[in-house]
């Protein structure tokens, strides 16, 4: 029998797709090495035009639709990720305009890329089923693998693309290992499914959550598989660096949480020990490691494996506070690497690289961008009154709550001390350059576009850190439609 395809629930998916086309076409009538800055700004229209339809369609009422016989869902949850992923890429095509133009020689390629990846999220926050993920996983990581090595002129970008691909291509296969031994176990890839499965009680189901566990952990850089992430993060281009360090890490959350609470409820006595060590670990391995880096895109590798801690804290809670725990804390997390690669793209643009030389002295000369990189870094150290604050709040609380006091008391103590990495890159922009040291005198002036973004992005984190109800509201609405 025929399913009924229901288009109107692939509304954003279709648009992106429409977009897709559209930057390939003018893409290809435009003469080669001429700017593609009209490129970008028709890419940034199109998105702003999702995003709207995006925002329309957020259901008030937690209603669900299903596009194809419930193996693909829109309801607050996916609807919640696809405008934070639609923001983040927006935001990076906003202000890696003049980035891409100076620094990257395909340039046409690589807003399709941006695009693909982008449907590729959306994909994952809507997968009902474990093909459906893997096909928007792979979609995903495809244009990433591509993207991180499309400086064809720089020998960092391509020895970070093969390693992403290496590392990449192992994860596939445990994953696709492990979900190949759950749907021997269960007959099924459907998530609720799954669910009702008797066969994960025996050793080869649970031996295929682990797999695809160890998978989804990959995406997120958790300790031990975040060998990849810190030469990935410094080899890519800085605005590649951004979305892996916001919108991948994000995806990776939006499916993890749908296999882990919908999939594998039953296992929660299993998971949720497992999920609460990994999480001790990456807190306190991302934290420590991050201390000795003097490259800014490596110690942000580093921050970004003790995020992913952090959001795994608030997951062992398995309830509907830790859930909306985790997707207020990954909103506040997109905008603030927004507000961070802002400053690090154009370090990396005029100054050839994102160290502590070329950001010392940065406030004396450059005092908007060495601003927002302050604000950014503060608001992922969870300094008050940024809106990293309130959302390690709500992490720890919920850990709290469910009786895993010990792993709030550690993620607060190892969230104390990463005040200090970051305070070590906001000291040398305000330091005064030695008399014997090599001076980069050269101002860092942000474009229009790219100083817009930075300052909206701080100033985001600055008023949800005072005034967290409409964030709040909003991430509530996506778990109430989630758990019911």
């Known amino acids: 029998m025929m399913q009924e395809m229901n288009l109107a629930a692939i509304s954003i998916e279709l648009g992106i797709a429409v977009l897709m086309a559209a930057v390939l076409l003018i893409d290809l009538c435009m003469a080669r090495g001429t700017s593609r800055r009209a490129l970008a700004r028709v890419t ?13 369609m957020y259901p008030p009422d937690g209603g669900a639709t299903a596009f194809f016989a419930g193996l693909y869902i829109v309801d607050g949850y996916s609807v919640f990720f696809k405008i934070l992923f639609i923001v983040g890429v927006l935001a990076t095509v906003l202000f890696a305009e003049s980035y891409v133009e100076k620094m990257i020689r395909h340039r046409g390629e690589f807003y399709l890329l941006l695009l693909s990846a982008l449907l590729g999220m959306c994909a994952l926050a809507s997968a009902n089923d474990l093909m459906t993920a893997f096909v928007g996983l792979e979609l995903m990581t495809i244009s990433f693998y591509t993207l991180v090595a499309i400086r064809t002129d720089a020998p960092l970008s391509a020895e970070a693309g093969i390693k992403y691909l290496v590392f990449g291509s192992g994860s596939t296969a445990v994953l696709l290992y492990g979900m190949s031994l ?7 890839m459907v998530f609720q499914g799954i669910a009702q499965g008797l066969g994960l009680v025996l050793s080869l189901g649970l031996i295929g959550v682990v797999f695809i566990l160890a998978g989804f ?8 598989f975040h060998l990849w992430a810190p030469d990935v993060y410094e080899g890519a281009p800085a605005p590649v660096t951004a ?3 916001m919108c991948s890490k994000a995806a990776g959350v939006a499916i993890l949480l749908r296999v882990l609470f919908v999939a594998f409820p039953a296992l929660s006595a299993y998971w949720t020990h497992l999920m609460a060590a990994l999480a001790c670990v990456s807190m306190v391995g991302g934290n420590i490691m991050a201390f000795r880096q003097t490259n800014i895109k490596r110690m942000l590798a580093y921050s970004s494996i003790a995020q992913a801690g952090y959001m795994m804290t608030a997951m062992v809670a398995t309830n509907a506070a830790g859930i909306k725990a985790v997707l207020f804390y990954a909103m506040v997390y997109v905008l603030a ?15 050839g690289g994102a160290d502590f030389r070329s950001v010392r002295g940065l406030a004396h000369d450059s005092l908007l961008p ?8 503060l608001t992922m150290a969870g300094i008050p009154p940024t809106a ?9 609380s919920a850990a709290i709550d469910a009786g895993y006091l010990w792993l709030a008391g550690l993620g607060f103590v190892v969230s ?4 200090y990495y970051y305070l070590l890159v906001i000291k040398e922009m305000f330091r005064d350059v030695e008399a014997d040291e090599p001076m980069i005198d050269t101002p860092l002036r942000l474009p229009f576009s790219a100083g817009a973004m930075g300052v909206i992005a701080v100033a985001f984190t600055l008023i949800i850190g005072v005034w967290a109800e409409p964030l709040s509201i909003f991430s509530n609405i996506a778990v109430y439609t989630f758990m019911r």
């Open 243 to 245: 979305l892996l360090a």
């Open 182 to 188: 759950v749907y021997g176990m269960t007959g099924t």
């Open 44 to 56: 940034a229209l199109g998105l702003l035009g999702v995003l709207a339809l995006a925002v329309r």
């Open 388 to 396: 990293g604050f309130v959302g390690k709040i709500y992490i720890f």
């Open 337 to 351: 690497n927004v507000g961070a690669f802002v400053t690090v793209s154009y370090l990396e643009t005029e100054r």
């Open 370 to 377: 060495a601003g927002i990189l302050m604000v950014a870094l």
């Open 217 to 224: 952990f990959f995406k997120l850089s958790i300790i031990p």
């Open 416 to 419: 104390m001390m990463s005040v």
